[in-house]
T-cell receptor
């Protein structure tokens, strides 16, 4: 298996623009997680899905953030409009069980100017 | 709320043994995980403990004491490639959902 795939790997955009991050989980994994990592706040869980259904989105910072999982092999995290404070590395992870080990993608480094 | 404490940095030499401690405070505790992250890389799952005791995987072992709200990661026969950040993460139940919170990480520096 290719592991968790994320795109783009790097994104530079201007404040106010819409940003869409993409994730393909490991085939067969039924849990998908979105994280954000910054020096100031560390690694934060934003939202997670089980069988394509959002289970807990309490970590989503604001209404500007939204996430979807239209099918078992694809998820998106959208920021609209983006702000400089959204600059971070965004990771997607998938797992077979809620409490089991999570497999992380390579991350998307987002810079909002 | 939930809180995790782990040392910010640990140094050791090649071949040595190092222990990274993690104490936590949370209700609805479910389990404790450990992840490794090299600079510029993604977190990599190392271990998961739901029950008290020691779990061994090669050179790495992880321990949990639920009564003490404490766990540790033990790295043996240290190698230079083990220089990385190590995160403990607590899994707990909250409002019917299972949530995971990461610690702030321990930076391990292995020297020759």
């Amino acid at each position: 298996d290719a592991g968790v795939i994320q795109s783009p790997r790097h994104e530079v955009t201007e404040m106010g623009q819409e940003v869409t991050l993409r994730c393909k989980p490991i085939s067969g994994h039924d849990y998908l997680f979105w994280y954000r990592q910054t020096m100031m706040r560390g690694l934060e869980l934003l939202i997670y899905f089980n069988n394509n259904v959002p289970i807990d989105d309490s970590g989503m910072p604001e209404d500007r953030f939204s996430a979807k999982m239209p099918n078992a092999s694809f998820s998106t995290l959208k920021i609209q409009p983006s702000e400089p404070r959204d600059s971070a590395v965004y990771f997607c992870a998938s797992s077979l069980a809620r409490a089991g080990g999570q497999f992380f993608g390579p991350g998307t480094r987002l810079t909002v100017l | 709320g939930q809180s995790l404490e782990q040392p910010s940095e640990v140094t050791a030499v090649e071949g040595a043994i190092v222990q990274i401690n993690c104490t936590y405070q949370t209700s609805g505790f479910y389990g404790l995980s450990w992840y490794q992250q090299h600079d510029g890389g993604a977190p990599t799952f190392l271990s998961y403990n739901a029950l008290d005791g020691l779990e061994e995987t090669g050179r790495f072992s992880s321990f949990l004491s639920r009564s003490d709200s404490y766990g540790y990661l033990l790295l043996q026969e240290l190698q230079m490639k083990d220089s990385a950040s190590y995160f403990c993460a607590v899994i707990f139940m909250n409002t019917g959902f299972q949530k995971l919170v990461f610690g702030t990480g321990t930076r391990l520096l292995v020297s020759p």
